[in-house]
């Protein structure tokens, strides 16, 4: 039989759920011998938005843009060092503009088998739920996707 996932992107936003899937990825991939890509967008399109609606200026979203790019640089370096240490070789990337045409993109574009995202939380309505930049990731993707949910079970099996 095949490896079923040769080649899987874990998509990370900081969040709980996203930590546990980059930590699930890394288990899968070495399981696999699968190749891993681990990528983090700063949503410039969601600063936009804040932008037009006035609750940003221009220059507010520029500052809160570089430290939305300091905080994907921090989840990566953290995400090369727990794949270190499960002896897994990870590409970590950063992209900026729209998360859910990124990463669709990024499937095409990379022959990517499996794509890994967090559980969907904090939904508090359905324009919420339109809005989820991973809802749209889970419903547009053009290969299998695994929603992970923050689980003790996945930080204990990764210790």
Not at 57 to 86: F, I, N, S
Not at 115 to 140: A, F, K, Q, V, Y
Request: hydrophobic share 40%.
């Amino acid at each position: 039989m095949a490896v079923p996932f040769k080649h899987i992107l874990t998509y990370i936003d900081g969040s709980e759920e996203s930590m546990s899937a980059m930590m699930y990825s890394i288990l899968l991939a070495k399981h696999n011998k699968a190749k891993l890509d681990i990528m983090y967008v700063v949503n410039t399109r969601a600063l936009s938005d804040l932008v037009k609606a006035g609750i940003f200026l221009d220059m507010e979203r520029t500052e809160y843009q570089m430290d939305l790019q300091k905080d994907a640089q921090r989840y990566l370096k953290h995400a090369t060092k727990l794949a270190k240490m499960k002896d897994v070789e990870v590409n970590c990337i950063v992209e900026e503009g729209s998360a859910h045409r990124i990463v669709r993109d990024y499937i095409k574009s990379n022959d990517i088998d499996l794509l890994l995202i967090g559980g969907i939380s904090g939904i508090r309505s359905r324009r919420d739920e339109l809005n989820s930049e991973t809802d749209r990731m889970l419903r547009n993707s053009n290969c299998p996707v695994l929603v992970i949910r923050d689980d003790e079970d996945i930080w204990q099996e990764f210790e």
